[in-house]
């Protein structure tokens, strides 16, 4: 069974820091370009970050320089690393497999 488990969001102020964490089951993972993407309240779902299967990553504009991915493959982990957050980033963070697998989404909350 293909599974995506999220884990690591939660409260925390303007400038501090999170890191998230997905888990992957089922499938090869080494092979598959893994990502983050959130959705706000009323917004569209839209993307925070990529890494390939090779670890070339991409970012959005707005945490470039915050925001870090990682993946371990040995562990069938994609991590990211949230510094400097802002309320702005307030949102549901969910992990992506390319095939279009998603995970069950993990609420992160910046707010003082």
């Known amino acids: 069974q293909v599974q995506l488990v999220e884990s690591g969001g939660g409260l925390v102020q303007p400038g501090g820091s ?3 964490s997905c888990a992957a089951s089922g499938i090869i993972f080494s092979i598959y370009n893994m990502g983050w993407y959130r959705q706000a309240p009323g917004k ?3 993307l925070v970050a990529k890494i ?9 504009d707005s945490v470039k320089g ?3 991915i ?6 069938k982990t994609v991590d990211l690393q ?4 802002k309320p702005e980033d307030t949102a549901v963070y969910y992990c992506w497999g ?15």
């Not at 949230?82 to 957050?85: F, I, S, T």
Request: net charge positive.
């Open 18 to 20: 999170l890191r998230l």
């Open 44 to 46: 569209q779902r839209e």
């Open 52 to 60: 390939t299967s090779i670890s070339t990553t991409n970012y959005a």
């Open 66 to 68: 915050r925001f870090t």
């Open 70 to 75: 990682s993946r371990d493959n040995a562990k």
């Open 82 to 85: 949230m510094n400097n957050l």
């Open 98 to 112: 390319s095939g279009d697998i998603w995970g069950q989404g993990t609420q992160v909350t910046v707010s003082s």
